[in-house]
Protein backbone atom coordinates (compact mmCIF):
# COMPACT_ATOMS: atom_id res chain seq x y z
CA UNK A 1 0.00 0.00 0.00
CA UNK A 2 2.88 2.36 0.97
CA UNK A 3 4.55 1.55 -2.05
CA UNK A 4 2.38 2.01 -4.41
CA UNK A 5 1.10 5.60 -3.18
CA UNK A 6 5.16 6.13 -2.87
CA UNK A 7 4.57 5.35 -6.95
CA UNK A 8 1.81 7.37 -6.92
CA UNK A 9 3.38 10.57 -5.26
CA UNK A 10 6.67 9.88 -7.68
CA UNK A 11 4.05 9.88 -10.91
CA UNK A 12 2.90 13.17 -9.68
CA UNK A 13 6.24 14.56 -9.66
CA UNK A 14 6.64 13.54 -13.60
CA UNK A 15 3.26 15.24 -14.02
CA UNK A 16 4.23 18.35 -12.27
CA UNK A 17 5.13 20.70 -14.78
CA UNK A 18 2.48 19.81 -17.11
CA UNK A 19 -0.55 21.10 -14.56
CA UNK A 20 1.18 24.60 -14.26
CA UNK A 21 1.77 25.24 -17.69
CA UNK A 22 -2.23 23.80 -17.61
CA UNK A 23 -3.05 25.94 -15.15
CA UNK A 24 -1.04 29.33 -16.13
CA UNK A 25 -1.49 29.07 -19.55
CA UNK A 26 -5.47 28.20 -19.45
CA UNK A 27 -7.31 27.95 -16.18
CA UNK A 28 -5.79 31.89 -15.17
CA UNK A 29 -7.03 33.44 -18.24
CA UNK A 30 -9.64 31.54 -17.80
CA UNK A 31 -10.75 32.73 -14.61
CA UNK A 32 -9.09 36.42 -15.39
CA UNK A 33 -11.26 36.80 -17.92
CA UNK A 34 -14.30 35.65 -15.75
CA UNK A 35 -13.07 37.91 -13.01
CA UNK A 36 -13.16 41.23 -15.39
CA UNK A 37 -16.76 41.15 -15.98
CA UNK A 38 -16.91 41.69 -11.86
CA UNK A 39 -14.48 44.38 -11.62
CA UNK A 40 -14.88 48.00 -11.99
CA UNK A 41 -13.45 50.78 -13.96
CA UNK A 42 -12.61 52.69 -10.82
CA UNK A 43 -11.56 49.18 -8.77
CA UNK A 44 -13.74 46.55 -6.66
CA UNK A 45 -16.07 44.59 -7.38
CA UNK A 46 -19.19 45.51 -9.18
CA UNK A 47 -22.06 43.83 -10.65
CA UNK A 48 -22.69 46.88 -13.34
CA UNK A 49 -21.58 45.12 -16.53
CA UNK A 50 -24.54 42.76 -16.55
CA UNK A 51 -26.99 45.28 -15.19
CA UNK A 52 -25.74 46.73 -18.44
CA UNK A 53 -26.63 43.22 -20.48
CA UNK A 54 -29.79 43.76 -19.25
CA UNK A 55 -30.49 47.10 -19.88
CA UNK A 56 -29.50 47.08 -23.33
CA UNK A 57 -31.84 44.76 -25.17
CA UNK A 58 -29.19 44.11 -27.86
CA UNK A 59 -27.15 41.83 -26.16
CA UNK A 60 -29.67 39.57 -25.27
CA UNK A 61 -31.24 39.50 -28.29
CA UNK A 62 -28.14 38.55 -30.20
CA UNK A 63 -27.74 35.53 -27.26
CA UNK A 64 -31.38 34.40 -28.30
CA UNK A 65 -30.62 35.09 -31.89
CA UNK A 66 -27.97 32.91 -31.08
CA UNK A 67 -29.47 30.48 -29.56
CA UNK A 68 -32.41 30.39 -32.57
CA UNK A 69 -29.69 29.86 -35.03
CA UNK A 70 -27.42 26.95 -33.25
CA UNK A 71 -30.82 24.93 -32.57
CA UNK A 72 -31.62 24.98 -35.90
CA UNK A 73 -28.45 24.58 -37.86
CA UNK A 74 -28.19 21.58 -34.59
CA UNK A 75 -31.80 20.20 -36.09
CA UNK A 76 -30.36 20.71 -40.23
CA UNK A 77 -27.32 18.50 -39.15
CA UNK A 78 -29.63 15.88 -37.39
CA UNK A 79 -31.87 15.07 -40.44
CA UNK A 80 -28.83 15.68 -43.09
CA UNK A 81 -26.59 13.14 -40.65
CA UNK A 82 -28.93 10.55 -39.00
CA UNK A 83 -29.61 9.44 -42.47
CA UNK A 84 -26.24 9.22 -43.99
CA UNK A 85 -24.49 7.91 -40.99
CA UNK A 86 -27.70 5.40 -41.70
CA UNK A 87 -26.96 4.93 -45.38
CA UNK A 88 -22.88 4.44 -44.77
CA UNK A 89 -24.06 1.76 -41.98
CA UNK A 90 -25.25 -0.65 -44.83
CA UNK A 91 -22.47 -0.29 -47.63
CA UNK A 92 -19.92 -2.67 -48.41
CA UNK A 93 -16.37 -1.99 -46.35
CA UNK A 94 -14.97 -0.72 -49.25
CA UNK A 95 -18.00 2.05 -50.13
CA UNK A 96 -17.68 2.52 -46.62
CA UNK A 97 -13.81 3.48 -46.38
CA UNK A 98 -14.82 5.87 -49.86
CA UNK A 99 -18.03 7.37 -47.76
CA UNK A 100 -15.94 8.35 -44.42
CA UNK A 101 -13.11 9.67 -46.60
CA UNK A 102 -16.26 12.16 -48.07
CA UNK A 103 -17.12 13.25 -44.66
CA UNK A 104 -13.73 13.54 -43.38
CA UNK A 105 -12.11 15.21 -46.27
CA UNK A 106 -13.60 18.66 -45.50
CA UNK A 107 -11.89 18.86 -42.57
CA UNK A 108 -8.84 18.91 -44.17
CA UNK A 109 -9.18 22.06 -45.65
CA UNK A 110 -8.94 25.49 -43.97
CA UNK A 111 -12.51 26.32 -42.58
CA UNK A 112 -12.28 29.86 -44.08
CA UNK A 113 -11.71 28.43 -47.65
CA UNK A 114 -14.60 26.45 -47.10
CA UNK A 115 -16.58 29.12 -46.40
CA UNK A 116 -15.63 31.44 -48.77
CA UNK A 117 -16.32 28.47 -51.23
CA UNK A 118 -19.90 28.50 -50.36
CA UNK A 119 -19.86 32.36 -52.09
CA UNK A 120 -18.95 31.28 -55.18
CA UNK A 121 -21.84 28.13 -54.86
CA UNK A 122 -24.32 30.11 -53.22
CA UNK A 123 -23.79 33.42 -54.84
CA UNK A 124 -25.89 35.38 -56.76
CA UNK A 125 -24.12 34.31 -59.95
CA UNK A 126 -22.97 30.96 -58.06
CA UNK A 127 -23.36 27.85 -59.29
CA UNK A 128 -26.72 27.15 -57.38
CA UNK A 129 -28.43 30.53 -58.56
CA UNK A 130 -27.43 29.91 -62.06
CA UNK A 131 -29.08 26.36 -62.00
CA UNK A 132 -32.27 27.59 -60.53
CA UNK A 133 -32.62 30.34 -62.92
CA UNK A 134 -31.77 27.92 -66.34
CA UNK A 135 -34.45 25.80 -65.24
CA UNK A 136 -36.75 28.40 -64.83
CA UNK A 137 -37.30 27.71 -61.06
CA UNK A 138 -36.98 31.24 -60.57
CA UNK A 139 -36.37 34.22 -62.29
CA UNK A 140 -34.29 36.42 -60.02
CA UNK A 141 -31.20 34.86 -58.05
CA UNK A 142 -32.22 34.15 -54.43
CA UNK A 143 -30.36 35.35 -52.11
CA UNK A 144 -28.68 32.53 -50.23
CA UNK A 145 -25.29 34.84 -48.44
CA UNK A 146 -25.44 37.50 -45.91
CA UNK A 147 -28.78 36.14 -44.09
CA UNK A 148 -29.40 33.39 -41.88
CA UNK A 149 -30.19 30.86 -44.48
CA UNK A 150 -26.24 31.46 -45.72
CA UNK A 151 -25.41 31.13 -41.89
CA UNK A 152 -27.25 27.95 -41.33
CA UNK A 153 -26.25 26.40 -44.70
CA UNK A 154 -22.11 27.22 -43.82
CA UNK A 155 -22.75 25.50 -40.32
CA UNK A 156 -24.34 22.99 -40.95
CA UNK A 157 -21.52 21.66 -44.00
CA UNK A 158 -18.64 22.63 -41.55
CA UNK A 159 -20.13 21.04 -38.52
CA UNK A 160 -21.49 17.78 -40.07
CA UNK A 161 -18.87 15.50 -39.31
CA UNK A 162 -18.90 15.80 -35.46
CA UNK A 163 -22.30 14.18 -35.76
CA UNK A 164 -21.77 11.83 -38.99
CA UNK A 165 -18.52 10.08 -37.62
CA UNK A 166 -19.55 9.35 -33.35
CA UNK A 167 -23.04 8.03 -34.91
CA UNK A 168 -21.83 6.37 -37.78
CA UNK A 169 -19.07 4.95 -35.36
CA UNK A 170 -22.13 3.68 -33.13
CA UNK A 171 -24.44 2.22 -35.74
CA UNK A 172 -21.41 0.50 -36.71
CA UNK A 173 -21.22 -1.29 -33.08
CA UNK A 174 -24.73 -2.65 -33.27
CA UNK A 175 -25.12 -6.42 -33.88
CA UNK A 176 -27.13 -6.93 -36.85
CA UNK A 177 -28.39 -9.94 -35.51
CA UNK A 178 -30.44 -7.54 -32.66
CA UNK A 179 -32.37 -6.56 -35.97
CA UNK A 180 -32.85 -10.11 -37.43
CA UNK A 181 -33.85 -11.42 -33.90
CA UNK A 182 -36.75 -8.37 -33.86
CA UNK A 183 -37.46 -9.85 -37.51
CA UNK A 184 -37.95 -13.13 -36.67
CA UNK A 185 -40.53 -12.40 -33.45
CA UNK A 186 -42.50 -11.03 -35.81
CA UNK A 187 -41.35 -6.98 -35.93
CA UNK A 188 -41.89 -4.95 -39.24
CA UNK A 189 -38.89 -3.01 -40.71
CA UNK A 190 -40.58 0.26 -38.66
CA UNK A 191 -41.32 -1.28 -35.43
CA UNK A 192 -37.38 -2.85 -35.75
CA UNK A 193 -36.50 0.74 -36.26
CA UNK A 194 -38.05 2.57 -33.72
CA UNK A 195 -38.09 0.53 -30.78
CA UNK A 196 -34.66 -0.87 -31.34
CA UNK A 197 -32.38 0.67 -33.90
CA UNK A 198 -32.95 4.23 -32.79
CA UNK A 199 -33.38 3.86 -28.76
CA UNK A 200 -29.63 2.34 -29.75
CA UNK A 201 -28.39 5.39 -31.66
CA UNK A 202 -29.57 7.52 -29.32
CA UNK A 203 -26.93 7.97 -26.64
CA UNK A 204 -24.49 9.03 -29.33
CA UNK A 205 -27.05 10.91 -31.60
CA UNK A 206 -27.64 12.88 -28.16
CA UNK A 207 -23.91 13.56 -27.66
CA UNK A 208 -23.22 14.16 -31.35
CA UNK A 209 -26.12 16.44 -31.44
CA UNK A 210 -24.90 18.52 -28.14
CA UNK A 211 -20.94 18.63 -29.37
CA UNK A 212 -22.84 20.19 -32.64
CA UNK A 213 -24.89 22.64 -30.28
CA UNK A 214 -22.10 23.89 -28.31
CA UNK A 215 -19.42 24.17 -31.39
CA UNK A 216 -22.75 26.52 -33.19
CA UNK A 217 -22.74 28.53 -30.61
CA UNK A 218 -19.32 30.02 -30.57
CA UNK A 219 -19.19 29.82 -34.16
CA UNK A 220 -17.69 32.72 -35.93
CA UNK A 221 -15.54 32.73 -39.24
CA UNK A 222 -18.57 31.63 -40.75
CA UNK A 223 -21.38 33.94 -39.48
CA UNK A 224 -18.91 37.01 -40.02
CA UNK A 225 -17.96 35.36 -43.66
CA UNK A 226 -21.35 34.17 -44.62
CA UNK A 227 -23.85 36.21 -42.49
CA UNK A 228 -21.77 39.57 -44.09
CA UNK A 229 -22.70 41.69 -40.93
CA UNK A 230 -25.71 41.25 -40.77
CA UNK A 231 -26.24 38.00 -38.77
CA UNK A 232 -25.10 38.85 -35.56
CA UNK A 233 -24.40 36.00 -32.99
CA UNK A 234 -22.22 35.94 -29.30
CA UNK A 235 -18.68 35.39 -31.32
CA UNK A 236 -19.02 38.69 -33.55
CA UNK A 237 -20.83 40.63 -30.87
CA UNK A 238 -17.70 39.62 -28.60
CA UNK A 239 -15.32 40.45 -31.60
CA UNK A 240 -17.30 43.77 -31.70
CA UNK A 241 -16.58 44.21 -28.12
CA UNK A 242 -13.18 43.29 -28.06
CA UNK A 243 -11.70 44.62 -31.51
CA UNK A 244 -13.49 47.67 -32.18
CA UNK A 245 -14.40 49.57 -28.86
CA UNK A 246 -12.96 48.01 -27.19
CA UNK A 247 -15.16 47.00 -23.75
CA UNK A 248 -13.75 44.19 -22.23
CA UNK A 249 -15.28 44.03 -18.62
CA UNK A 250 -18.71 44.15 -21.33
CA UNK A 251 -17.37 41.25 -23.44
CA UNK A 252 -16.17 39.29 -20.27
CA UNK A 253 -19.96 39.16 -18.85
CA UNK A 254 -21.41 38.43 -22.82
CA UNK A 255 -18.74 35.36 -22.22
CA UNK A 256 -19.92 34.11 -18.73
CA UNK A 257 -23.54 34.14 -19.74
CA UNK A 258 -22.37 32.05 -22.68
CA UNK A 259 -20.46 29.65 -20.82
CA UNK A 260 -23.48 29.38 -18.01
CA UNK A 261 -25.89 29.04 -20.97
CA UNK A 262 -23.35 26.06 -22.33
CA UNK A 263 -23.19 24.61 -19.04
CA UNK A 264 -26.67 24.11 -18.08
CA UNK A 265 -27.63 22.79 -21.06
CA UNK A 266 -24.92 19.86 -20.65
CA UNK A 267 -26.44 19.69 -17.07
CA UNK A 268 -29.45 19.05 -18.33
CA UNK A 269 -28.04 16.31 -21.15
CA UNK A 270 -26.36 14.62 -18.59
CA UNK A 271 -29.65 14.61 -16.11
CA UNK A 272 -31.08 12.94 -19.08
CA UNK A 273 -28.74 10.77 -20.15
CA UNK A 274 -28.44 9.45 -16.76
CA UNK A 275 -31.96 9.01 -16.15
CA UNK A 276 -32.09 7.30 -19.38
CA UNK A 277 -29.67 4.99 -19.03
CA UNK A 278 -30.75 4.17 -15.44
CA UNK B 1 -46.80 -26.78 -33.41
CA UNK B 2 -46.25 -28.09 -36.87
CA UNK B 3 -43.91 -30.43 -39.18
CA UNK B 4 -41.06 -28.78 -40.95
CA UNK B 5 -40.05 -29.93 -44.82
CA UNK B 6 -36.92 -28.85 -46.06
CA UNK B 7 -37.12 -30.08 -49.92
CA UNK B 8 -33.88 -29.99 -52.58
CA UNK B 9 -32.57 -26.75 -50.34
CA UNK B 10 -29.45 -25.47 -51.70
CA UNK B 11 -27.79 -22.55 -51.06
CA UNK B 12 -24.72 -20.83 -53.06
CA UNK B 13 -22.30 -18.21 -52.72
CA UNK B 14 -20.96 -17.74 -56.01
CA UNK B 15 -19.39 -21.31 -56.37
CA UNK B 16 -19.71 -22.10 -52.49
CA UNK B 17 -22.12 -24.27 -52.08
CA UNK B 18 -23.34 -23.55 -47.94
CA UNK B 19 -26.36 -25.88 -48.95
CA UNK B 20 -25.79 -28.45 -51.71
CA UNK B 21 -29.16 -30.48 -52.23
CA UNK B 22 -30.92 -30.83 -47.90
CA UNK B 23 -33.42 -33.13 -47.53
CA UNK B 24 -35.18 -33.28 -43.88
CA UNK B 25 -38.33 -33.65 -42.89
CA UNK B 26 -39.16 -32.97 -39.27
CA UNK B 27 -41.82 -33.84 -37.50
CA UNK B 28 -44.69 -32.35 -35.11
CA UNK B 29 -42.96 -31.82 -31.61
CA UNK B 30 -39.60 -33.61 -32.40
CA UNK B 31 -35.92 -32.05 -31.80
CA UNK B 32 -33.63 -32.55 -34.18
CA UNK B 33 -30.14 -31.41 -34.23
CA UNK B 34 -27.57 -30.33 -37.36
CA UNK B 35 -24.21 -31.14 -36.23
CA UNK B 36 -21.30 -30.63 -38.49
CA UNK B 37 -17.91 -28.57 -38.38
CA UNK B 38 -17.71 -24.96 -38.69
CA UNK B 39 -18.16 -24.17 -42.31
CA UNK B 40 -20.06 -27.32 -42.67
CA UNK B 41 -23.25 -24.56 -43.46
CA UNK B 42 -25.54 -25.52 -40.19
CA UNK B 43 -26.25 -21.96 -39.54
CA UNK B 44 -26.83 -20.85 -43.26
CA UNK B 45 -29.60 -24.26 -42.98
CA UNK B 46 -30.97 -22.47 -40.12
CA UNK B 47 -31.12 -19.04 -41.40
CA UNK B 48 -32.77 -20.36 -44.49
CA UNK B 49 -35.43 -21.92 -42.25
CA UNK B 50 -36.02 -18.91 -40.42
CA UNK B 51 -36.62 -16.52 -43.32
CA UNK B 52 -33.48 -14.55 -42.56
CA UNK B 53 -31.76 -15.66 -45.66
CA UNK B 54 -33.66 -17.08 -49.02
CA UNK B 55 -32.07 -20.38 -50.86
CA UNK B 56 -31.09 -20.66 -54.06
CA UNK B 57 -33.46 -23.88 -55.12
CA UNK B 58 -35.49 -26.22 -53.02
CA UNK B 59 -38.63 -24.98 -51.00
CA UNK B 60 -38.92 -25.13 -47.36
CA UNK B 61 -42.11 -25.70 -45.53
CA UNK B 62 -43.46 -25.17 -42.35
CA UNK B 63 -46.67 -27.17 -41.17
CA UNK B 64 -47.53 -27.48 -44.94
CA UNK B 65 -47.39 -24.11 -45.43
CA UNK B 66 -44.48 -23.08 -48.18
CA UNK B 67 -42.82 -20.48 -46.91
CA UNK B 68 -39.83 -19.94 -49.20
CA UNK B 69 -39.60 -16.39 -49.99
CA UNK B 70 -41.55 -15.62 -47.41
CA UNK B 71 -40.00 -12.76 -45.13
CA UNK B 72 -38.75 -13.63 -41.01
CA UNK B 73 -42.00 -11.70 -39.94
CA UNK B 74 -44.81 -14.50 -41.72
CA UNK B 75 -43.08 -17.08 -40.54
CA UNK B 76 -43.86 -17.28 -36.97
CA UNK B 77 -40.71 -18.83 -35.51
CA UNK B 78 -39.06 -18.58 -32.24
CA UNK B 79 -35.21 -18.05 -32.80
CA UNK B 80 -32.68 -18.05 -30.27
CA UNK B 81 -28.92 -16.87 -31.43
CA UNK B 82 -25.64 -17.61 -29.79
CA UNK B 83 -24.74 -14.33 -28.98
CA UNK B 84 -28.16 -14.16 -27.42
CA UNK B 85 -29.30 -11.38 -29.38
CA UNK B 86 -30.94 -9.88 -26.41
CA UNK B 87 -31.85 -5.73 -26.72
CA UNK B 88 -29.61 -4.40 -24.39
CA UNK B 89 -31.68 -1.04 -23.65
CA UNK B 90 -34.96 -3.60 -22.47
CA UNK B 91 -35.09 -4.88 -19.20
CA UNK B 92 -35.55 -8.71 -19.22
CA UNK B 93 -39.27 -8.44 -18.87
CA UNK B 94 -39.25 -6.03 -21.88
CA UNK B 95 -37.49 -8.06 -24.00
CA UNK B 96 -39.65 -10.97 -23.49
CA UNK B 97 -42.83 -9.05 -23.92
CA UNK B 98 -41.54 -7.49 -27.10
CA UNK B 99 -42.65 -10.28 -29.24
CA UNK B 100 -46.21 -10.11 -27.71
CA UNK B 101 -46.49 -6.13 -28.17
CA UNK B 102 -45.62 -6.87 -31.82
CA UNK B 103 -48.55 -8.80 -31.85
CA UNK B 104 -50.45 -6.43 -30.22
CA UNK B 105 -51.25 -8.87 -27.28
CA UNK B 106 -54.08 -6.93 -24.08
CA UNK B 107 -51.62 -5.62 -21.37
CA UNK B 108 -53.21 -8.12 -18.63
CA UNK B 109 -52.38 -11.04 -20.93
CA UNK B 110 -48.79 -10.06 -21.48
CA UNK B 111 -47.78 -9.77 -18.32
CA UNK B 112 -49.66 -13.13 -17.44
CA UNK B 113 -47.37 -14.57 -20.40
CA UNK B 114 -44.25 -13.11 -19.99
CA UNK B 115 -43.85 -13.98 -16.23
CA UNK B 116 -44.95 -17.52 -16.80
CA UNK B 117 -42.53 -18.10 -19.52
CA UNK B 118 -39.98 -16.21 -16.84
CA UNK B 119 -40.83 -18.67 -14.43
CA UNK B 120 -40.30 -21.67 -16.93
CA UNK B 121 -36.83 -20.55 -17.09
CA UNK B 122 -36.86 -19.74 -13.31
CA UNK B 123 -36.09 -16.14 -13.93
CA UNK B 124 -39.35 -14.47 -12.52
CA UNK B 125 -37.37 -12.75 -10.00
CA UNK B 126 -34.95 -10.84 -12.30
CA UNK B 127 -37.56 -9.24 -14.75
CA UNK B 128 -36.32 -5.68 -13.68
CA UNK B 129 -33.13 -6.19 -14.50
CA UNK B 130 -30.97 -5.43 -18.01
CA UNK B 131 -29.21 -8.22 -19.63
CA UNK B 132 -25.88 -6.73 -19.02
CA UNK B 133 -26.83 -7.25 -15.35
CA UNK B 134 -27.45 -10.93 -15.67
CA UNK B 135 -24.80 -14.13 -16.25
CA UNK B 136 -24.10 -15.84 -19.67
CA UNK B 137 -27.06 -19.07 -18.19
CA UNK B 138 -29.70 -16.01 -17.11
CA UNK B 139 -29.16 -14.19 -20.44
CA UNK B 140 -29.07 -17.70 -22.47
CA UNK B 141 -32.63 -18.30 -20.36
CA UNK B 142 -33.92 -14.69 -21.22
CA UNK B 143 -32.86 -15.38 -24.96
CA UNK B 144 -34.78 -18.94 -24.61
CA UNK B 145 -38.18 -17.19 -22.84
CA UNK B 146 -38.10 -14.89 -25.25
CA UNK B 147 -38.03 -17.45 -28.16
CA UNK B 148 -40.97 -19.13 -26.97
CA UNK B 149 -43.43 -16.98 -25.13
CA UNK B 150 -45.08 -16.15 -28.38
CA UNK B 151 -46.17 -19.63 -28.48
CA UNK B 152 -44.26 -19.74 -31.86
CA UNK B 153 -45.18 -22.85 -34.88
CA UNK B 154 -41.04 -24.23 -34.41
CA UNK B 155 -38.10 -23.36 -32.13
CA UNK B 156 -34.59 -22.75 -33.87
CA UNK B 157 -31.80 -22.69 -31.80
CA UNK B 158 -28.31 -21.56 -33.26
CA UNK B 159 -25.45 -23.25 -30.63
CA UNK B 160 -27.56 -21.87 -27.80
CA UNK B 161 -25.47 -23.14 -24.89
CA UNK B 162 -21.91 -22.82 -27.09
CA UNK B 163 -20.92 -19.67 -25.06
CA UNK B 164 -21.30 -21.10 -21.48
CA UNK B 165 -18.72 -23.31 -19.57
CA UNK B 166 -18.79 -26.99 -19.48
CA UNK B 167 -20.53 -27.86 -16.09
CA UNK B 168 -23.48 -24.43 -16.67
CA UNK B 169 -23.57 -26.16 -20.35
CA UNK B 170 -24.47 -29.82 -19.33
CA UNK B 171 -26.99 -28.64 -16.66
CA UNK B 172 -28.80 -25.99 -19.15
CA UNK B 173 -28.79 -29.38 -21.44
CA UNK B 174 -31.26 -31.36 -18.79
CA UNK B 175 -33.49 -27.83 -18.53
CA UNK B 176 -33.60 -27.50 -22.55
CA UNK B 177 -34.97 -31.12 -22.90
CA UNK B 178 -37.44 -30.82 -19.76
CA UNK B 179 -38.66 -27.35 -21.46
CA UNK B 180 -38.53 -28.51 -24.94
CA UNK B 181 -40.44 -31.82 -24.21
CA UNK B 182 -43.15 -29.38 -21.70
CA UNK B 183 -43.68 -27.41 -24.53
CA UNK B 184 -44.15 -30.01 -26.94
CA UNK B 185 -42.71 -27.34 -29.51
CA UNK B 186 -41.05 -28.94 -33.00
CA UNK B 187 -37.11 -27.97 -32.60
CA UNK B 188 -34.21 -27.63 -34.58
CA UNK B 189 -31.23 -26.96 -32.96
CA UNK B 190 -27.54 -26.09 -34.47
CA UNK B 191 -24.38 -27.27 -32.82
CA UNK B 192 -20.59 -28.80 -33.48
CA UNK B 193 -20.74 -30.24 -29.77
CA UNK B 194 -21.41 -33.70 -30.80
CA UNK B 195 -22.43 -34.40 -26.71
CA UNK B 196 -24.77 -31.65 -26.84
CA UNK B 197 -26.07 -33.24 -30.22
CA UNK B 198 -26.82 -37.11 -28.93
CA UNK B 199 -28.08 -36.08 -25.23
CA UNK B 200 -30.38 -33.83 -26.39
CA UNK B 201 -32.12 -34.87 -29.50
CA UNK B 202 -34.68 -37.48 -30.89
CA UNK B 203 -32.82 -37.35 -34.72
CA UNK B 204 -29.14 -36.26 -35.33
CA UNK B 205 -28.40 -34.56 -38.97
CA UNK B 206 -24.59 -34.69 -39.88
CA UNK B 207 -23.72 -31.87 -42.40
CA UNK B 208 -20.46 -31.73 -43.92
CA UNK B 209 -19.75 -28.93 -46.68
CA UNK B 210 -23.28 -28.46 -47.29
CA UNK B 211 -24.11 -31.84 -47.68
CA UNK B 212 -26.03 -34.27 -45.33
CA UNK B 213 -23.98 -37.39 -44.30
CA UNK B 214 -26.18 -38.95 -42.45
CA UNK B 215 -29.88 -38.51 -40.52
CA UNK B 216 -30.51 -40.89 -37.75
CA UNK B 217 -31.32 -41.58 -33.90
CA UNK B 218 -28.69 -40.53 -32.35
CA UNK B 219 -27.08 -44.28 -30.87
CA UNK B 220 -27.88 -45.15 -34.74
CA UNK B 221 -25.33 -42.80 -35.91
CA UNK B 222 -22.93 -43.21 -33.47
CA UNK B 223 -23.09 -47.15 -33.62
CA UNK B 224 -23.57 -47.38 -37.56
CA UNK B 225 -22.33 -44.00 -38.93
CA UNK B 226 -22.77 -44.04 -42.42
CA UNK B 227 -19.23 -43.00 -43.64
CA UNK B 228 -16.17 -42.36 -42.58
CA UNK B 229 -16.58 -38.58 -41.82
CA UNK B 230 -20.20 -39.05 -39.55
CA UNK B 231 -17.91 -42.13 -37.84
CA UNK B 232 -14.89 -39.40 -36.83
CA UNK B 233 -17.06 -36.69 -36.03
CA UNK B 234 -19.08 -38.41 -33.24
CA UNK B 235 -16.59 -39.20 -30.68
CA UNK B 236 -13.88 -41.33 -31.06
CA UNK B 237 -13.66 -44.21 -33.69
CA UNK B 238 -11.11 -46.91 -34.38
CA UNK B 239 -11.18 -48.70 -37.76
CA UNK B 240 -10.53 -52.33 -37.82
CA UNK B 241 -10.22 -54.06 -41.58
CA UNK B 242 -12.91 -56.27 -42.13
CA UNK B 243 -12.87 -59.43 -44.97
CA UNK B 244 -13.47 -58.47 -48.47
CA UNK B 245 -11.01 -55.43 -47.90
CA UNK B 246 -13.28 -53.65 -46.27
CA UNK B 247 -13.11 -51.34 -42.99
CA UNK B 248 -15.06 -51.42 -40.31
CA UNK B 249 -15.99 -48.81 -36.61
CA UNK B 250 -15.68 -49.96 -33.01
CA UNK B 251 -16.43 -47.23 -30.71
CA UNK B 252 -13.79 -47.47 -27.98
CA UNK B 253 -16.04 -48.94 -24.51
CA UNK B 254 -16.45 -51.65 -26.75
CA UNK B 255 -12.95 -52.77 -27.09
CA UNK B 256 -12.04 -55.19 -23.93
CA UNK B 257 -8.47 -55.21 -22.65
CA UNK B 258 -7.63 -58.51 -21.67
CA UNK B 259 -4.83 -60.24 -20.35
CA UNK B 260 -4.39 -62.73 -23.66
CA UNK B 261 -6.56 -64.16 -25.92
CA UNK B 262 -7.16 -61.29 -28.46
CA UNK B 263 -4.91 -59.04 -30.52
CA UNK B 264 -1.60 -58.43 -29.31
CA UNK B 265 -1.43 -54.08 -28.31
CA UNK B 266 0.97 -52.04 -26.45
CA UNK B 267 -0.19 -49.13 -24.11
CA UNK B 268 0.79 -45.77 -25.56
CA UNK B 269 -0.67 -43.59 -23.40
CA UNK B 270 -3.44 -43.71 -20.26
CA UNK B 271 -5.68 -40.67 -19.76
CA UNK B 272 -7.55 -40.67 -16.50
CA UNK B 273 -11.14 -39.09 -17.38
CA UNK B 274 -12.37 -39.93 -14.11
CA UNK B 275 -15.38 -42.65 -14.36
CA UNK B 276 -13.09 -44.51 -17.38
CA UNK B 277 -10.19 -44.24 -18.26
CA UNK B 278 -8.78 -43.94 -21.58
CA UNK B 279 -5.81 -45.75 -23.13
CA UNK B 280 -4.40 -45.22 -26.73
CA UNK B 281 -2.77 -48.66 -27.85
CA UNK B 282 -0.72 -49.69 -30.74
CA UNK B 283 -1.57 -52.83 -32.19
CA UNK B 284 -0.02 -54.18 -36.15
CA UNK B 285 0.55 -50.94 -36.73
CA UNK B 286 -2.48 -49.32 -36.05
CA UNK B 287 -3.88 -46.93 -33.78
CA UNK B 288 -7.07 -47.93 -31.32
CA UNK B 289 -8.45 -46.23 -28.44
CA UNK B 290 -10.34 -48.21 -25.92
CA UNK B 291 -12.20 -46.98 -22.95
CA UNK B 292 -12.33 -48.80 -19.76
CA UNK B 293 -13.97 -48.62 -16.44
CA UNK B 294 -11.68 -46.99 -13.71
CA UNK B 295 -11.29 -50.52 -11.29
CA UNK B 296 -8.71 -52.13 -9.79
CA UNK B 297 -5.21 -51.53 -11.04
CA UNK B 298 -4.99 -49.63 -14.67
CA UNK B 299 -2.06 -50.85 -17.25
CA UNK B 300 0.85 -48.66 -16.84
CA UNK B 301 2.64 -47.23 -20.38
CA UNK B 302 4.22 -49.73 -22.37
CA UNK B 303 2.23 -52.59 -20.74
CA UNK B 304 0.97 -55.27 -23.45
CA UNK B 305 -2.75 -56.01 -23.46
CA UNK B 306 -5.08 -58.21 -25.50
CA UNK B 307 -7.84 -56.24 -27.18
CA UNK B 308 -10.93 -58.21 -27.86
CA UNK B 309 -14.29 -57.11 -29.11
CA UNK B 310 -17.88 -58.82 -30.19
CA UNK B 311 -17.74 -59.26 -34.38
CA UNK B 312 -21.63 -57.65 -34.25
CA UNK B 313 -19.89 -54.73 -32.54
CA UNK B 314 -17.74 -53.79 -36.33
CA UNK B 315 -20.01 -51.66 -38.59
CA UNK B 316 -18.43 -51.88 -41.72
CA UNK B 317 -18.25 -48.10 -43.45
CA UNK B 318 -17.66 -46.94 -46.76
Redesign the interface.
Known amino acids: MAAILAERRHGFGFVTPLLVVMLAAFNLPILYMLALGFWSKQGGFTTEHYAALFDAPIYLRVLANTLRISVVATLVNVAIGYPLAYWMRGLSPRAQFIAVACVITPFWISILVRTYAWIVVLGNNGMVNRLLQWTGLTDAPVSFLYNELGVMIGMANVLLPFLVLPLFAAMLRI?D??M?????????PR?IFL??FL??TMPALASGALLVFILCLGFYVTPAILGGGKVPMISNLLDFLINQIPRWEQASAVSTILLVVTLLIFAAYRALDRKVGA | MTDIRLEAISKHYGAFKAADNVDLAVAQGEFVTILGPSGSGKTTLLSLI???NQPSTGRILIGGRDVTGS???Q?????V?Q?Y?L???MSVFDNVA??LR??KTPADALRRKVMAALELVQLHGLAGRRPAQLSGGQQQRVALA?AFV?EPDILLLDEPLGALDRKLREELQVELKQLQRRLGVTTILVTHDQEEALSLSDRVMVLDRGQVQQIAAPQEAYLRPANRFVADFLGIANFVPLPGGREGVIRPERIRLAAAGGLPAQVVEAVYLGQIIRYHLTAEGRNFVAAAPFVGQPHAIGDTVSLTWVEADVWPVA
Open positions: DRLQAAASMGAPTKVPL | AGLSPQRNVGLFSAFPHFPVRRF
